[in-house]
């Protein structure tokens, strides 16, 4: 099972949106793939308000506390809401009180240890949240690959410098509109900055 972590560099710049594209787009390709919403801060529609699983009953947290999350038949685990013939999603839950880096180990660890028994999973794709927060660290921590998704604004920048680079992680430019002449500039300027090859190769544009 590969690990891949999708976080934001700050807030409302899709990267529910992403995780769940990525998602469906591996599915397609016949790989069996759950993707986690981790984004317990998400200000604009995270990857539950999509597809309607907070009304679900059936969220990890709820599931660790009566035991179902220990059911060992993939298909028999109420968590895992199928989307397509190959994408599944789960979401994490809404969490009370603050997390911090304990509390979010002790969440996550569980979580990663149960899903790795289905070996019917080949990829699982987490929607982390914003960088740097308590669940986004604790799975970048267990994480095969980082994807750090930002818009081309004026600030992107100043957000990078005041952040390291990961060497596993990857950043990914979405929403860059091809009209633009700020973005495109912004654009060129992170593709010449000290984190060049850390950028895909293609951005996520629009006409």
């Avoid at 972590?5 to 409302?12: D, F, K, R, T, Y």
């Avoid at 980082?146 to 950043?171: A, I, K, Q």
Wanted: overall charge negative; proline content about 2%.
């Amino acid at each position: 099972m590969k690990l891949i972590v999708m976080q934001g560099l700050n807030h409302i710049v899709g990267t529910s949106s992403v995780a769940a594209a990525i998602t469906y787009s591996i599915a397609k390709l016949g790989k069996t793939t759950v993707c986690i919403d981790a984004n317990t801060d998400a200000m604009g529609n995270s990857i539950s308000n999509l597809f309607g699983l907070e009304e679900c009953k059936s969220v990890w947290l709820n599931a660790m506390e009566n035991g179902s999350s220990l059911i060992n038949d993939f298909n028999e685990a109420p968590v895992f809401y199928q989307y397509e013939e190959k994408a599944f999603f789960v979401s994490l839950g809404k969490l009370d009180e603050k997390v911090d880096s304990l509390r979010a180990n002790s969440l996550i660890s569980p979580l990663l240890d149960q899903l790795s028994k289905y070996e019917q999973i080949d990829y699982l794709i987490v929607d982390a949240g914003i960088k740097g927060n308590p669940l986004a660290k604790a799975f970048c921590s267990h994480a095969d690959m980082v994807l750090t998704v930002l818009f081309p604004d004026g600030n992107c920048l100043l957000r990078l410098n005041s952040s390291n680079v990961e060497e596993n992680e990857y950043l990914v430019v979405n929403a860059l509109i091809k009209k633009s002449t700020i973005m495109n500039d912004v654009n060129l300027l992170l593709q010449s900055s000290a984190y060049k090859s850390s950028f895909l190769r293609h951005s996520i544009s629009f006409d």
